[in-house]
T-cell receptor, first 111, second 114 residues
Framework: QKEVEQNSGPLSVPEGAIASLNCTYS??????FFWYRQYSGKSPELIMSIYSNGDKEDGRFTAQLNKASQYVSLLIRDSQPSDSATYLC???????????FGTGTKLQVIP | DAGVIQSPRHEVTEMGQEVTLRCKPI?????LFWYRQTMMRGLELLIYFNNNVPIDDSGMPEDRFSAKMPNASFSTLKIQPSEPRDSAVYFC????????????FGPGTRLTVT
């Protein structure tokens, strides 16, 4: 059973701070890693993809991958109240279209 | 480009009725996924298609659920008969091709079975 684990939160951070969201996965064959943002009552929206070890930056978002530790994280710099949402980690094994989603971490950015 | 389109956006029905949910994937995308999301179980994959062919339906909860993809631009998820425990948000997602695993979600259908 492939598992993706996330702390459900809520994770509360003050506006302007760095929010750090973490995810671990069980399948060592996993090759593709994604972060989705889901606002309440809306659908998941892809915000970051990462495929190799290290950091990938896109604006205020940085995804970090450590395959040896089976760990992927998302950093949000200069957090804004509009970043308040649930963040879903998703993982898949190379060659398979299917992804496994974590249950999500709820982020609250306090003004 | 238009995103994934789902209809209806909301559906309220009585137990025992048939429910049909519809999805139009992004043009040019070859894979289509049906998910169900509840507070208790999170986001669950029900079934996915590649080039209109069902590849994995292991997540379909029981025989009351069926899905079809008659062509590249249309898919349906049917529940017959519906039960209150089927109440959830049903999402459709699509992605482009093998080698690209980024999925794009539709707005979802909120189903309530009374």
């Amino acid at each position: 059973q492939k598992e993706v684990e996330q702390n459900s939160g809520p994770l509360s951070v003050p506006e302007g701070a760095i929010a750090s969201l973490n995810c671990t996965y069980s399948d060592r064959g996993s090759q593709s890693f994604f972060w989705y943002r889901q606002y309440s009552g809306k659908s998941p929206e892809l915000i970051m993809s990462i495929y190799s070890n290290g950091d990938k930056e896109d604006g205020r978002f940085t995804a970090q991958l450590n395959k040896a530790s089976q760990y992927v994280s998302l950093l949000i710099r200069d957090s804004q109240p509009s970043d308040s949402a649930t963040y879903l980690c998703a993982v898949n094994e190379w060659g398979y279209q299917k992804v496994t989603f974590g249950t999500g971490t709820k982020l609250q950015v306090i003004p | 480009d238009a995103g994934v389109i789902q209809s209806p956006r909301h559906e309220v029905t009585e137990m025992g009725q048939e429910v049909t949910l519809r999805c139009k994937p992004i043009s040019g995308h070859n894979s289509l996924f049906w998910y169900r999301q509840t507070m208790m179980r999170g986001l669950e994959l029900l079934i996915y298609f590649n080039n209109n062919v069902p590849i994995d339906d292991s997540g379909m909860p029981e025989d009351r659920f069926s899905a079809k993809m008659p062509n590249a631009s249309f898919s349906t998820l049917k529940i017959q008969p519906s039960e209150p425990r089927d109440s959830a948000v049903y999402f459709c997602a699509s992605n482009k091709d093998r080698g690209s695993y980024e999925q794009y979600f539709g707005p979802g259908t909120r189903l309530t079975v009374t």
